[in-house]
Antibody
Framework: QVHLVQSGAEVKKPGASVKVSCKAS????????ISWVRQAPGQGLEWMGW????????NYEQKFQGRVTMTTDTSTSTAYMELRSLRSDDTAVYSC????????????????WGQGTMVTVSS | DIQMTQSPSSLSASVGDRVTISCRAN???????LHWYQHKPGKAPKLLIY???SLQSGVPSRFSGSASGTDFTLTINSLQPEDFATYYC????FGPGTKVDIK
């Protein structure tokens, strides 16, 4: 079975950084990409960016450029998302999703999702 | 940047109804890049339709998608109790969502 298992909930102070992990199993990790999506309380889904597990190529939503870094460790089939300079409006559930796009030319569709990681930013 | 809009933002419907949700991009996009998701509170979103009109494996056939230029439509034929949820279109970024609740 295909699974994405994320790290646990985090509480951070404003200005800090958070790094969320997403461990894949049940499929060839490098055959797909990973996208990160967040949902703030009462809000809709927000795409943050994509990383190719094939070659590490990234594409970040402009809003997060300079503040987010997405990486992968192919030896452990794990993807990571680090968000820096946290603000209270970064409080959200952060989810990884298996992205059918392995290269920038392919379409980003998300067929398998992690369970979500709650990140709370509060002083 | 490509912006997606959806209409309506919410609707009330009864079991058995036919429901249509519209999604529009602010510039031309390929149907290949437009997908639809169902999202229920506390659950992971579920891919329903990819590439505008292809039914994801395991999704009931009452769900269908279509495209016409920059306009995309999700149709649910004969709404079932488990279909009450929020629906999002997505082309990298997501539309604002359409909440379908019980009339």
């Amino acid at each position: 079975q295909v699974h994405l298992v994320q790290s646990g909930a985090e509480v951070k102070k404003p200005g800090a950084s958070v790094k969320v992990s997403c461990k894949a199993s049940g499929y060839t990790f490098t055959a797909y990409g990973i996208s990160w999506v967040r949902q703030a309380p009462g809000q809709g889904l927000e795409w943050m960016g994509w990383i190719s597990a094939y070659n590490g190529y990234t594409n970040y939503e402009q809003k997060f450029q300079g503040r987010v870094t997405m990486t992968t460790d192919t030896s452990t089939s794990t993807a990571y998302m680090e968000l820096r300079s946290l603000r209270s409006d970064d409080t959200a559930v952060y989810s990884c999703a298996r992205d059918l796009a392995r290269t920038p030319l392919e379409s980003n569709a998300f067929d398998i999702w992690g369970q979500g990681t709650m990140v709370t930013v509060s002083s | 940047d490509i912006q997606m809009t959806q209409s309506p933002s919410s609707l009330s419907a009864s079991v058995g109804d036919r429901v249509t949700i519209s999604c529009r991009a602010n510039q031309s996009i390929s149907a290949y890049h437009l997908h639809w998701y169902q999202h229920k509170p506390g659950k992971a979103p579920k891919l329903l339709i990819y590439a505008a009109s292809s039914l994801q494996s395991g999704v009931p056939s009452r769900f269908s998608g279509s495209a016409s230029g920059t306009d995309f439509t999700l149709t649910i034929n004969s709404l079932q109790p488990e279909d009450f949820a929020t629906y999002y279109c997505q082309q990298k970024t997501f539309g604002p969502g359409t909440k379908v609740d019980i009339k």
